[in-house]
């Protein structure tokens, strides 16, 4: 029998490349189940009205506060709101999809550490609420321990009463730590007497007062007299005694607020911004709203927010940024936003039960007046004022072919889409308010009215791709687009020129043209859902995008992302440009959100993904990077120039292309060191004039891998390489670790230090300069070693610690021969600083634990002054007798700290505006001390002055903020 020959298969570089990611294979699965999974449950239980996302919420429990997998038992699983049949049918469908696996004894767990980082980037607002409940209960309580005066505040107790029940039944605090909310509850219970007391002191005063202005009165005046003053003084003394007690209890409230609340203290700064418009009395309101702008370190001057009750399908805002009233989710009702009193709740209006079923909203251009189109047909006109809500009916279209889907601006009036048909309305006071245009075969479901000629207008029909392009003059269709391979339409917008247009379709896709050449197309590629809502700017260059992958994108019309603006839960359904670099979002759960997207930074650099790892070169102006998703190399951003090169690192025949994670330079800015995901560690010499080191893993088996770079160093003798997952024999060791530093001699790879850490994961390793023997390590304890390498078998010599969270980042830098600056940052929001000095006799070396002391903050205490999350980086610059310092955060924000020299105890916070928007993975200053340079979540790295005050520009934006 012949046999069959056929092709070989040939796996290149680009094909591997451009095979998906396993994990995004999983992330995409899990979604379609889920989606389907809620569908089914939906319908299987469709008599108990079961509400939507049970799945997400018990997915949810099986993730832990660092975004890792964790198991759960069946006892673990109860859903409140959710009936037990409900939770055990979903756990078997989750596990005949293979999203979970079951351990035996109903324990179950995520079968991938994939599906847990996925799940924690869709965690709704309860559960992230709840998350960040956990970790500030657990902060104070380690806190508590070691002070035993710290307790939760009244601000946290209250957050933490909302979720008490979701968080007892999914045993996220253990008894100890409950323990501790009952005894700070106690703690509230005695400050509250205490103020009690002081406004009984007040009283008591007031009193005094009164007697001595009374004695006062009856000597100097007649009855009648004495008793007119008496009530005037008496009046003044109620009211600044009110004043005085408001004042107090809203110091302490604020307060709580910011000690309790570090994980996430924007959130704290928006809530006790919207109690303090509660406060009636105009001059206490912004005496202390004046106070806590000031007193508050990271007040968010460029993103404000609101929050609508409830889920909202779409928004109406002004041009100075006031939305007036919402669709509700649900039964889709239309609520009105009190305009002189912006950060008050929605207002109803009266009889709006009467105006339900809304499916489309506008605002008349030039008005405070509000069209509402209905499910019925009918199209009524509000006026927006809350002193006159009453609506007028302007017209009823009819629904018999199909209901009503959209209406969009129009000089004199609207367009509207009812059913196939396409209609004018005339807002002048015709007796015909609106007549037909022409009609479809099905019903149309967008319009786009072109702003440079009002006379055409585009329309899609449902469920389909094609653009018609239509004239109001002739009441014809004139031409139409349709070579699209894609789904059908999702968005329709005209640009400002009127010569673009721009189509988002099903899945995940936008398109420009231009009506000249409408074969050659612009895609937008950067969401990963539905783009449900687009918008153009002003001058046509840029355009924003609001997608169901709760992302916000800012592009150039090339389809170049410019920002990418993250910090909804829901899906983004309006989106707008404002006047003074303004824009605003909204999702469905009610969030809405105003971006600052003026450029802050003296330059910017976009990248095609988020920035991995960054490393400044000591001796010129010139930074390495990389770039998730990137398996050719780094870059070298020379700043002085303002050129981009990319270097690759070495491999051999056998070797597979791996990401960068970690890099540094050499001392003499040579080189760089390079870590990759494929195992190997390099030195790369970016002037060619050496061939490049390579320091792969030994052959030998009793050697370790490195394959879990986490931090590299390097001196004259040594490079140190931090690692997490390599394993070393039993045999060799006696332990089995997966935690370890390990030092290499650069002429001779195979002679190997081992530092190990068998509980606790490397995060970073630093040589100490000038002590060639020492090298610290950060860990996952929270704590910095110090570790005498060259013993014969490395020991630690010190041990620094202080964090209740693991190290994320370290420097060193020496102030002079004898004394060194060691300045490490942590998870739990906060950074330390320890000096270092050796004894010039005995060379015996002291560690000091350098407390941080900061500006007084008029009465707040100095700890107020950290970040809102997790410090991802810290570095040093030194300016002659000035040292300077700064800390890169997960919040978007650096922070800038100098001490001088003399004032080693003193550190003096410098303001500045060093933003991106998302996580700053990477901070360092520039060899020369005068440029910052950050690299973010947010797919660009930027250049700052480093000298540049942000005071004068601080003013500045906050006055063109766009909701106040």
């Given at each position: 029998m012949p046999q069959e020959s056929y092709p070989h298969l040939l796996f290149t570089p680009e094909l591997v490349d451009s095979t998906p990611d396993i994990g995004r294979v999983l992330a995409e699965l899990m979604d379609d189940q889920v989606h389907t999974l809620e569908n089914e449950i939906a319908q299987k239980f469709s008599?108990?009205?079961?509400?939507?996302?049970?799945?997400?919420?018990?997915?949810?429990?099986?993730?832990?506060?660092?975004?890792?997998?964790?198991?759960?038992?069946?006892?673990?699983?109860?859903?409140?709101?959710?009936?037990?049949?409900?939770?055990?049918?979903?756990?078997?469908?989750?596990?005949?999809?293979?999203?979970?696996?079951?351990?035996?004894?109903?324990?179950?767990?995520?079968?991938?550490?994939?599906?847990?980082?996925?799940?924690?980037?869709?965690?709704?607002?309860?559960?992230?609420?709840?998350?960040?409940?956990?970790?500030?209960?657990?902060?104070?309580?380690?806190?508590?321990?070691?002070?035993?005066?710290?307790?939760?505040?009244?601000?946290?107790?209250?957050?933490?009463?909302?979720?008490?029940?979701?968080?007892?039944?999914?045993?996220?605090?253990?008894?100890?730590?409950?323990?501790?909310?009952?005894?700070?509850?106690?703690?509230?219970?005695?400050?509250?007497?205490?103020?009690?007391?002081?406004?009984?002191?007040?009283?008591?005063?007031?009193?005094?007062?009164?007697?001595?202005?009374?004695?006062?009165?009856?000597?100097?005046?007649?009855?009648?007299?004495?008793?007119?003053?008496?009530?005037?003084?008496?009046?003044?003394?109620?009211?600044?005694?009110?004043?005085?007690?408001?004042?107090?209890g809203y110091q302490e409230d604020i307060t709580d607020a910011l000690q309790e609340q570090k994980s996430d203290r924007t959130k704290s700064w928006q809530l006790l911004l919207g109690n303090l418009f509660q406060v009636e009395d105009t001059s206490l309101k912004n005496q202390l709203k004046t106070q806590l702008i000031k007193d508050y370190p990271i007040s968010p001057f460029y993103n404000q927010t609101f929050n609508i009750p409830g889920g909202i399908e779409k928004v109406v805002i002004d041009p100075q940024g006031a939305f007036y009233c919402a669709i509700m989710d649900g039964n889709a009702q239309v609520l009105f936003k009190h305009k002189d009193s912006p950060h008050k709740l929605l207002l109803t209006p009266a009889g709006a039960s009467v105006y339900k079923n809304v499916v489309d909203i506008m605002r008349v251009p030039g008005t405070e007046k509000i069209l509402t189109l209905h499910q019925d047909g009918k199209l009524f006109l509000w006026d927006s004022l809350p002193n006159n809500l009453n609506p007028i009916l302007i017209d009823s279209f009819p629904a018999d072919l199909g209901p009503p889907a959209t209406i969009v601006p129009h000089p004199g009036g609207a367009l509207v889409a009812a059913g196939p048909r396409v209609y004018q309305v005339f807002l002048d006071g015709r007796k015909y308010p609106s007549r037909f245009i022409l009609g479809f075969d099905r019903p149309v479901k967008h319009l786009a009215v072109n702003p440079a000629d009002p006379n055409e207008f585009a329309a899609v029909k449902e469920n389909n791709q094609v653009v018609n392009i239509c004239r109001l003059d002739t009441n014809v269709v004139i031409r139409t687009y349709e070579n699209f391979d894609y789904e059908s339409v999702t968005y329709l917008a005209y640009a400002p020129d009127g010569k673009k247009m721009f189509a988002a379709f099903e899945g995940d896709i936008g398109i420009l043209w231009t009506f000249k050449n409408p074969d050659i197309h612009t895609l937008f590629r950067g969401h990963n859902g539905f783009i449900a809502d687009a918008a153009f700017s002003p001058d046509g260059q840029r355009l924003l995008t609001g997608g169901w992958d709760t992302k916000v994108i800012l592009w150039d019309i090339s389809g170049k992302i410019l920002k990418e603006m993250q910090g909804h839960k829901g899906r983004i359904n309006y989106v707008a440009f404002l006047p003074h670099d303004f824009v605003v979002s909204a999702d469905e759960e009610g969030l809405v959100n105003s971006w600052y997207i003026g450029v802050l930074a003296d330059t910017i650099l976009p990248a095609s993904n988020r920035?991995?790892?960054?490393?400044?070169?000591?001796?010129?102006?010139?930074?390495?990077?990389?770039?998730?998703?990137?398996?050719?190399?780094?870059?070298?951003?020379?700043?002085?120039?303002?050129?981009?090169?990319?270097?690759?690192?070495?491999?051999?025949?056998?070797?597979?292309?791996?990401?960068?994670?970690?890099?540094?330079?050499?001392?003499d800015g040579k080189a760089v060191l390079v870590g990759s995901d494929n195992n190997l560690v390099s030195l790369v010499y970016l002037n060619g004039e050496k061939e490049d080191e390579d320091y792969r893993s030994s052959r030998n088996r009793n050697m370790p891998s490195t394959d879990g770079i986490t931090s590299l160093d390097i001196n004259e003798q040594w490079i140190a390489i931090g690692n997490k997952q390599a394993w070393l024999k039993a045999d060799r060791l006696g332990v089995e670790n997966n935690h370890m530093a390990l030092l290499r001699k650069r002429r001779d790879p195979q002679h190997t230090f081992i530092a190990l850490r068998p509980e606790s994961g490397v995060n970073v390793v630093k040589f100490i300069p000038g002590l060639d023997s020492l090298i610290l390590t950060g860990c996952d304890d929270g704590n910095v070693y110090i570790w005498n390498f060259l013993r014969p078998k490395p020991a630690i010599v010190q041990v620094l610690p202080g964090h209740s969270s693991r190290i994320s980042s370290c420097d060193v830098i020496a102030w002079d021969a004898s004394s060194w600056y060691i300045f490490a940052g942590s998870k739990d929001?906060?950074?330390?600083?320890?000096?270092?000095?050796?004894?010039?006799?005995?060379?015996?070396?002291?560690?000091?634990?350098?407390?941080?002391?900061?500006?007084?903050?008029?009465?707040?205490?100095?700890?107020?002054?950290?970040?809102?999350?997790?410090?991802?980086?810290?570095?040093?610059?030194?300016?002659?007798?000035?040292?300077?310092?700064?800390?890169?955060?997960?919040d978007g924000s650096v922070k800038l700290w100098e001490s001088q020299k003399g004032k080693e105890g003193y550190i003096k916070e410098v303001p500045n505006l060093i933003r991106h928007f998302g996580e700053i993975r990477s901070a360092r200053f520039s060899a020369d001390g005068k440029y910052i340079i950050t690299g973010g979540e947010d797919r660009s790295i930027k250049k700052w002055d480093a000298s540049k005050q942000a005071e004068d520009r601080i003013k500045e934006i906050r006055a063109r903020r766009p909701v106040e």
């Open positions: 008599k108990t009205r079961l509400r939507r996302g049970l799945v997400m919420k018990i997915l949810g429990s099986f993730v832990t506060e660092d975004d890792t997998r964790q198991p759960r038992s069946r006892e673990q699983l109860s859903i409140p709101g959710f009936p037990e049949e409900a939770v055990d049918y979903c756990l078997e469908q989750l596990k005949a999809t293979r999203i979970l696996k079951d351990y035996g004894e109903g324990t179950y767990e995520l079968t991938h550490d994939t599906l847990a980082r996925h799940l924690a980037r869709q965690r709704d607002e309860e559960t992230a609420n709840i998350i960040e409940i956990v970790r500030a209960v657990r902060g104070a309580f380690n806190t508590h321990k070691l002070d035993r005066k710290h307790y939760l505040g009244e601000f946290a107790l209250v957050n933490l009463r909302k979720y008490e029940d979701l968080i007892r039944s999914a045993q996220r605090l253990n008894e100890e730590e409950w323990a501790f909310v009952k005894a700070s509850e106690q703690d509230v219970e005695r400050k509250q007497r205490k103020r009690q007391m002081r406004m009984l002191g007040l009283a008591a005063i007031s009193v005094i007062m009164f007697i001595g202005v009374l004695g006062f009165s009856k000597l100097w005046y007649g009855q009648k007299t004495a008793r007119e003053a008496l009530e005037k003084t008496m009046g003044e003394l109620n009211t600044q005694t009110q004043k005085n007690t408001n004042l107090i920035i991995r790892a960054m490393a400044a070169s000591p001796t010129e102006n010139k930074v390495a990077y990389s770039i998730y998703g990137d398996t050719l190399g780094f870059l070298v951003w020379d700043l002085d120039k303002n050129e981009t090169k990319r270097f690759q690192q070495p491999l051999r025949r056998w070797d597979h292309r791996g990401g960068i994670s970690a890099l540094t330079f050499s001392a929001n906060t950074a330390s600083l320890w000096v270092v000095r050796k004894n010039s006799k005995t060379g015996a070396l002291t560690y000091l634990n350098n407390e941080v002391l900061f500006e007084d903050l008029n009465g707040f205490k100095n700890t107020y002054a950290w970040h809102a999350s997790d410090i991802t980086d810290v570095a040093f610059s030194r300016e002659k007798g000035t040292l300077k310092l700064l800390t890169a955060s997960a």
